[in-house]
């Protein structure tokens, strides 16, 4: 492969990476947005016992939107929003083996002494272990705790940053904490929310009451999604500020340290 077809390759799969990315993120933002309101105004509802709406207005005119308690519309009506989520982990999986595993850039031999294959082989782990990791904690007692979970999330982002800084380049360390980040989003919409909703669309739809705790759990992991946008947009950019990230003689501590800095801003964002 020439470097003018690797090139334009590598900016196809970026374009396509970042747009996917918007889509999935605006529209995270949005839903999660959107519960907050229901959740305010519901509070609010007592006298007249009327279920609320939330009034938008957009592009020319004024839209309704109700949460409904029941499904009113047959099963194959649902509209779902998962494709941009695979889309987007799928083209970023694409870019890892083109800019890291296919090329120089994952290993510098000033950090450490590993071949191509080990590197690889230590990035994917990180991946997979990531999600397995982070599954297992959403599903304990700590997640009872918003508090205790976000700490105990910031010293596992803390502790994989240091170790793959010993390892990796400055820059692969970077992207894979976030492509850790990105998997796990991923994961959380195919393996852990959208089963739960198709259990809830099921059981709607023959008329039975569905269990509140999928609902519940759905909804937990969408909102560690948008926690975790914030972070991997951050980790996306770096890239192009290698001085004042990756490349800076703290990286890894700037890394750690600018992620409570974006989840402060998720919570700003899901709040407004």
């Given at each position: 492969m020439t470097s003018s077809i690797r090139e334009w390759l590598n900016l196809g799969v970026r374009w396509f990476h970042v747009f996917a990315a918007i889509m999935w993120v605006g529209q995270t933002y949005y839903f999660t947005w959107l519960?907050?309101?229901?959740?305010?105004?519901?509070?609010?509802?007592?006298?007249?016992?009327?279920?609320?709406?939330?009034?938008?207005?957009?592009?020319?005119?004024?839209?309704?939107v109700a949460k409904q308690k029941s499904l009113g519309v047959p099963a194959g009506q649902v509209r779902w929003f998962r494709w941009e989520a695979l889309m987007t982990w799928l083209s970023g999986m694409v870019l890892l083996f083109l800019?890291?595993?296919?090329?120089?850039?994952?290993?510098?031999?000033?950090?450490?002494?590993?071949?191509?294959?080990?590197?690889?082989?230590?990035g994917l782990a990180v991946l997979a272990g990531g999600w397995l990791i982070y599954d297992l904690a959403a599903r304990s007692v700590l997640a009872k705790s918003e508090a205790l979970f976000a700490g105990f999330g910031l010293i596992a982002i803390a502790a994989t940053s240091w170790g793959l800084a010993h390892v990796l380049s400055g820059r692969a360390a970077y992207i894979h904490v976030g492509a850790m980040l990105g998997t796990i989003m991923t994961?959380?919409?195919?393996?852990?929310?959208?089963?739960?909703?198709?259990?809830?669309?099921?059981?709607?739809?023959?008329?039975?009451?569905?269990?509140?705790?999928?609902?519940?759990?759905?909804?937990?992991?969408?909102?560690?999604?948008?926690f975790m946008a914030v972070p991997v947009v951050f980790i996306m950019i770096s890239n192009h500020f290698p001085v004042g990230t990756y490349g800076n003689s703290y990286a890894w501590e700037i890394l750690v340290a600018l992620v409570p800095v974006g989840w402060v801003a998720a919570k700003l964002i899901r709040e407004a």
């Open positions: 519960d907050g309101q229901f959740g305010r105004l519901e509070k609010k509802v007592g006298a007249d016992g009327v279920a609320p709406q939330v009034w938008m207005v957009h592009s020319g005119g004024f839209y309704a800019v890291y595993y296919s090329s120089a850039g994952l290993i510098d031999a000033d950090v450490t002494n590993i071949t191509q294959a080990t590197g690889i082989a230590i994961a959380n919409v195919w393996l852990r929310i959208l089963p739960s909703q198709r259990k809830m669309i099921a059981a709607a739809a023959a008329g039975n009451p569905f269990d509140a705790s999928l609902s519940a759990q759905a909804k937990l992991r969408s909102k560690h999604n948008t």
